[in-house]
């Protein structure tokens, strides 16, 4: 056995470092960059003064340990170079639909499907609060409700993220949603009675502008449900149609720290059902702050463990990452997460696809590529970037195909359609 530049007779690392970090003594603090091959994920190390300067640092090869050390103790300060994307071109239909919206809708701030309607049917919010249908294919625009939108005066933005009115939408499109992403308030209603409000939703203001208002509709026994946000650790679901509460607890105080029995020291974010119903996902973090994407199952939570979703046995913390949430975030299938970032840090994140088993919480593969909004039909995932639409292969992290220029928000999980309005225009392309 060689005896290798850093003195150790031992089997050579597949990646390299520069010449600075061969002789690091062993109780020092390394920081490093990590330098892409080319090669999938696969990097080399160099020190700070290496990565800064640019060009293509002399590289030696050392010890599996002394690599090992390098990444588990040393400061991560980001990555340089490209990571190999892998490429499978596959058929695909980049037809894309324009259908123009007529001009007395004024100015439209959210779309979103109607996914068991039958056919291409969407509901549109606009700036006034109307909530409008639109059936492109029979040129049809029907109003179907005017929505008090709730003012919040004096929030102050976090970060880069401005309060904005999100419309969800059930799947039997009976119902919808408004509420203020980044804010605390929001509205129920039923489309059916003319938008009555069935249920007023408060989130509560702590902390509420670091994330978007916790809200989604599911389907459990053929009934639609709303999972929405009480407070700011608390997660509730309720009948769209009655505002009835399904998930009612009283938590009694413990001794510890003064703190109720199942108390989740948990900001929850965006919340994600999968599509068939079997679980949820939350985006939200902890103190310190730090981004911890989580998962659990619906089912246990209405049959009879109302904390489910504080501390049941099927609640999963997916990974940690520091400052980083409110990213990518898309069930593929109804067991398979795909959670976006590569890395710890916000300031060191890799644009990429980390895949989650949804049951175990086990981490199945990592690639490198997609970003912006996700979606999927269970076996394709679709990320929309700034300069079009690209397709992967979520299991083998193949970009399979692109439609340059378009830029969905939406999926309709009934067409396979996806969508965005784009300057009054509804503009929809169906890939599959």
Same mark, same amino acid.
């Given at each position: 056995?060689?005896t290798?530049?850093?003195?150790? @007779?031992?089997?050579?690392?597949?990646?390299?470092?520069?010449?600075?970090?061969?002789?690091?003594?062993?109780?020092?603090?390394?920081?490093?960059?990590?330098?892409?091959?080319? #090669? &999938?994920?696969?990097?080399?190390?160099?020190? #700070?003064?290496?990565?800064?300067?640019?060009?293509?640092?002399?590289?030696?090869?050392?010890?599996? =340990?002394?690599v090992?050390?390098?990444?588990e103790?040393?400061?991560?300060?980001?990555?340089?170079g490209?990571?190999?994307?892998?490429?499978?071109?596959?058929?695909?239909?980049?037809?894309?639909?324009?259908?123009?919206?007529?001009?007395?809708?004024?100015?439209?701030?959210?779309?979103? @499907?109607?996914?068991?309607?039958?056919?291409?049917?969407?509901?549109?919010?606009?700036?006034?609060?109307?909530?409008?249908?639109?059936? @492109?294919?029979?040129?049809?625009v029907?109003?179907?409700?005017?929505?008090?939108?709730?003012?919040?005066?004096?929030?102050?933005?976090?970060?880069d993220?401005?309060?904005?009115?999100?419309?969800?939408?059930?799947?039997?499109?009976?119902?919808?949603?408004?509420?203020?992403?980044? =804010?605390?308030?929001?509205?129920?209603?039923?489309?059916?009675?003319?938008?009555?409000?069935?249920?007023?939703?408060? &989130?509560?203001?702590?902390?509420?502008?670091?994330?978007?208002?916790?809200?989604?509709?599911?389907?459990?026994?053929?009934?639609?449900?709303?999972?929405?946000?009480?407070?700011?650790?608390r997660?509730?679901?309720?009948?769209?149609?009655?505002?009835?509460?399904?998930?009612?607890?009283?938590?009694?105080?413990?001794?510890e720290?003064? #703190?109720?029995?199942h108390?989740?020291?948990?900001?929850?974010?965006?919340?994600?059902?999968?599509?068939?119903?079997?679980?949820?996902?939350?985006?939200?973090?902890?103190?310190?702050?730090?981004?911890? @994407?989580?998962v659990?199952?619906?089912?246990?939570?209405?049959?009879?463990?109302?904390?489910?979703?504080?501390? &049941?046995?099927?609640?999963?913390?997916?990974?940690?990452?520091?400052?980083?949430?409110?990213?990518?975030l898309?069930?593929v &299938?109804?067991?398979?997460?795909?959670?976006?970032?590569?890395?710890?840090?916000?300031?060191?994140?890799?644009?990429?696809?980390r895949?989650?088993?949804?049951?175990?919480?086990?981490?199945?593969?990592?690639?490198?590529?997609?970003?912006?909004?996700?979606?999927?039909?269970?076996?394709?995932?679709?990320?929309?970037?700034?300069?079009?639409?690209?397709?992967?292969?979520?299991?083998?992290?193949?970009?399979?195909?692109?439609?340059?220029?378009?830029?969905?928000?939406?999926?309709?999980r009934?067409?396979?359609?996806?969508?965005?309005?784009?300057?009054?225009?509804?503009?929809?392309?169906?890939?599959?």
């Amino acid at each position: 056995m060689l005896t290798l530049p850093c003195g150790h @007779p031992a089997d050579p690392a597949t990646g390299r470092v520069c010449s600075h970090l061969v002789a690091v003594p062993e109780d020092r603090e390394v920081s490093c960059f990590r330098l892409l091959n080319g #090669r &999938g994920l696969a990097f080399d190390l160099v020190c #700070r003064e290496c990565g800064e300067a640019g060009g293509s640092p002399a590289l030696v090869v050392v010890c599996e =340990g002394r690599v090992d050390r390098l990444v588990e103790d040393g400061e991560l300060l980001g990555w340089r170079g490209e990571p190999e994307i892998l490429e499978r071109p596959e058929p695909l239909d980049p037809t894309v639909s324009d259908w123009p919206l007529p001009a007395s809708l004024g100015r439209v701030t959210d779309l979103a @499907p109607v996914d068991d309607a039958d056919g291409s049917r969407w509901l549109v919010l606009t700036a006034d609060g109307t909530i409008v249908a639109l059936d @492109p294919d029979d040129d049809r625009v029907t109003v179907l409700a005017s929505v008090e939108l709730v003012d919040e005066p004096g929030q102050q933005p976090w970060l880069d993220h401005r309060l904005r009115r999100r419309l969800h939408v059930s799947g039997c499109g009976r119902f919808a949603a408004v509420v203020n992403d980044f =804010g605390r308030y929001g509205r129920v209603v039923d489309l059916d009675r003319g938008g009555v409000v069935t249920l007023a939703l408060d &989130g509560g203001d702590y902390h509420a502008n670091t994330v978007p208002f916790a809200l989604v509709f599911a389907r459990v026994d053929g009934r639609p449900v709303v999972v929405h946000r009480t407070r700011w650790n608390r997660l509730d679901v309720s009948d769209p149609a009655t505002g009835e509460l399904l998930t009612a607890r009283e938590l009694e105080k413990t001794a510890e720290r003064n #703190r109720p029995a199942h108390h989740l020291d948990y900001f929850h974010g965006r919340v994600l059902c999968s599509p068939g119903g079997r679980f949820l996902a939350d985006d939200g973090w902890v103190w310190h702050p730090v981004g911890v @994407p989580s998962v659990w199952a619906l089912r246990p939570w209405l049959d009879g463990n109302v904390c489910e979703s504080e501390d &049941g046995p099927t609640r999963r913390a997916l990974c940690h990452r520091d400052y980083h949430w409110n990213g990518p975030l898309c069930f593929v &299938g109804d067991t398979l997460l795909a959670v976006g970032g590569i890395g710890d840090d916000d300031e060191t994140m890799l644009p990429g696809v980390r895949l989650f088993d949804a049951a175990s919480g086990r981490e199945l593969t990592t690639f490198a590529g997609p970003a912006g909004a996700w979606f999927s039909d269970g076996r394709r995932l679709y990320s929309a970037h700034p300069d079009g639409l690209h397709v992967w292969d979520p299991l083998t992290g193949h970009r399979t195909a692109m439609v340059p220029g378009f830029v969905p928000t939406c999926r309709h999980r009934g067409t396979g359609e996806l969508a965005a309005v784009t300057d009054g225009v509804l503009r929809r392309c169906r890939p599959a």
